[in-house]
């Protein structure tokens, strides 16, 4: 069992890797690297995809690696692997962005990135630090997990999706900010599990167990 953290020059894995690694070892889940290889990437049971920074700076960098998309594609649309995305490698699985300009996604969820409005002006954006989950319906990626369990977020923008049914978890902050979305063999999560502790800990056994 291979599971692939996708690299592609959009922030610091060394933390998502280490927790990704520690995880797969305790769950005898097989083998976890980080790689660039559209070769790896292409024939991995498992693709993550995390992502730091603006939505458009992202998508350019990944789509700058010559057949990296495309072996995610191959990999995650045509033989069905499970996807997990991770903070902005959540948000281009949606199907436009509207950090900066406009920016397509993968359109793999139907929605689009938007800035948080909170409706309270005393709330700072970006949204920064802990907050409670609030789950909105059953996943295997939740199993074990339940509202008001903690998780870690930095971002200004989240995910508003177009179909309920695509969203699996929520927090309150100023209103809902969309957290953990899922569809088919898919799944993205605004936080950061890697740094959420248990909570995320256990989401991350819970996707390198998962088989949709």
Known sequence: MLTVIVDYDSGN?????????????????????????????????????????????????????????????????????????????????????????????????????????????????????????????HHPIVDGIKTGDHVYFVHSYHMQVMHTRDMLAHADYGGPITAIVGHENRVGMQFHPEKSQQAGLRMIANFLKWRP
């Open 13 to 137: 894995l060394h933390s998502a890797e280490k927790a990704f690694q520690r995880i797969a070892a305790e769950t005898d889940a097989g083998q976890v690297i980080v790689t660039s290889d559209p070769d790896q990437v292409a024939g991995a049971d498992r693709v993550v995809l995390p992502g730091d920074g603006a939505f458009p700076a992202c998508r350019d960098a990944l789509f700058a690696q010559t057949g990296l998309f495309d072996a995610i594609e191959q990999a995650v649309t045509q033989q069905a692997r499970p996807f997990l995305g991770i903070c902005v490698g959540m948000q281009m699985m949606a199907t436009t962005g509207h950090e900066y300009r406009p920016t397509p996604g993968f359109d793999w969820i139907s929605g689009d990135i938007r800035l948080i409005k909170p409706d309270n002006p005393n709330m700072k954006v970006p949204h920064m630090g802990w907050n409670d989950l609030i789950i909105d319906q």
